[in-house]
T-cell receptor, first 109, second 113 residues
Framework: EDKVVQSPLSLVVHEGDTVTLNCSYEVTNFRSLLWYKQEKKAPTFLFMLTSSGIEKKSGRLSSILDKKELFSILNITATQTGDSAVYLCAPYNNNDMRFGAGTRLTVKP | NAGVTQTPKFRILKIGQSMTLQCAQDMNHNYMYWYRQDPGMGLKLIYYSVGAGITDKGEVPNGYNVSRSTTEDFPLRLELAAPSQTSVYFC????????????FGSGTRLTVV
């Protein structure tokens, strides 16, 4: 059975802190892994990673995929209150994304 | 651009009632999806469609039905609503099926009492 585990489940930090969110997965026919940010409504796309060891960067956010050890991390540096959200990781296998339960990040001023 | 439009935004159903959640997209996407998200959980795929007239089950299809008579519309039908179907339902669409291009609707919050 496919499994996606995100940790920690929740995290409270102050503005300017750096955070690391973890995602481990066991998914058949793995093709790629996606990270989403979910505020009050629908998830919004952040990254898609397909190759192991490739670090994606977008401003203060970066992500790494390790296909051998089956995990990914999402780093956010110099956090801002606008980063407060639930972050979902979703391995993709041909037809379906298997979402983890998410990490709820709260950034305090 | 409207993107993916879901109606209604909120609904309360009594146990045993039926309803249809509507989803429409105006991007000419061939793939469409229905997900549910329970509190504190990730999204789970209910059904998906790769084009008009073609649908297939996802991870949690029991208690639901879908149809895809047009490219634009992908309604989700709940028959005999149960409290376990209390959830937030998201519709999404993409062109070509690759995960990067998903566009999500704003969701329907359904409560079954």
């Amino acid at each position: 059975e496919d499994k996606v585990v995100q940790s920690p489940l929740s995290l409270v930090v102050h503005e300017g802190d750096t955070v690391t969110l973890n995602c481990s997965y066991e998914v058949t026919n793995f093709r790629s892994l996606l990270w989403y940010k979910q505020e009050k409504k629908a998830p919004t796309f952040l990254f898609m990673l397909t190759s192991s060891g490739i670090e994606k960067k977008s401003g203060r956010l970066s992500s790494i995929l390790d296909k051998k050890e089956l995990f990914s991390i999402l780093n956010i540096t110099a956090t801002q209150t606008g980063d407060s959200a639930v972050y979902l990781c979703a391995p993709y296998n041909n037809n379906d994304m298997r979402f983890g339960a998410g990490t709820r990040l709260t950034v305090k001023p | 651009n409207a993107g993916v439009t879901q109606t209604p935004k909120f609904r309360i159903l009594k146990i045993g009632q039926s309803m249809t959640l509507q989803c429409a997209q105006d991007m000419n996407h061939n793939y469409m999806y229905w997900y549910r998200q329970d509190p504190g959980m990730g999204l789970k795929l209910i059904y998906y469609s790769v084009g008009a007239g073609i649908t297939d089950k996802g991870e949690v299809p029991n208690g639901y039905n879908v149809s895809r008579s047009t490219t634009e519309d992908f309604p989700l039908r709940l028959e005999l609503a149960a409290p376990s179907q209390t959830s937030v339902y998201f519709c999404a669409s993409s062109y070509g099926g690759g995960p990067k291009g998903y566009t999500f609707g704003s969701g329907t919050r359904l409560t079954v009492v």
